[in-house]
């Protein structure tokens, strides 16, 4: 059974950084497909980022230039690099894998295997 367990969210005053970390467990080859989404509250849950097998990656708008997703095969971990925060960036962040090797990996991809989240807050 595949677990992924997200850590590294907190509070934060705007303009500064957090790094969020998923720890992936109960597989033994790479995913296809990574990434993070959020959802603030009152919304609906958004995709943030995407990185698939060979290292390609897809932002969706409002976070181009700030945030920089990576991912370390040898240690099944994801990561998110948050940088210049906002406000508007508060939300509960989930990790997400898929290993299904078909389609595209893009933020609108159902994705198998969803963290339980974890809280990130900025301040303004």
């Known amino acids: 059974q595949v677990q992924l367990v997200e850590s590294g969210g907190g509070s934060v005053q705007a303009g500064g950084s957090l790094r969020l970390s998923c720890a992936a467990s109960g597989y033994t080859y790479y995913s296809y497909c990574m990434g993070w989404f959020r959802q603030a509250p009152g919304k609906e849950r958004e995709g943030v980022a995407v990185?698939?097998?060979?290292?390609?990656?897809i932002y969706t708008d409002s976070v181009k230039g700030r945030f920089t997703i990576s991912q370390d095969n040898a240690k099944n971990t994801l990561d998110l690099q948050m940088n210049s925060l906002k406000p508007e960036d508060t939300a509960v962040y989930y990790c997400?894998?898929?290993?299904?090797?078909?389609?595209?990996?893009?933020?609108?991809?159902?994705?198998?295997?969803w963290g339980q989240g974890t809280q990130v807050t900025v301040s303004s």
């Open positions: 990185i698939d097998r060979g290292g390609r990656t």
């Open positions: 997400a894998a898929d290993f299904r090797s078909w389609g595209v990996c893009v933020i609108e991809r159902d994705f198998q295997y």
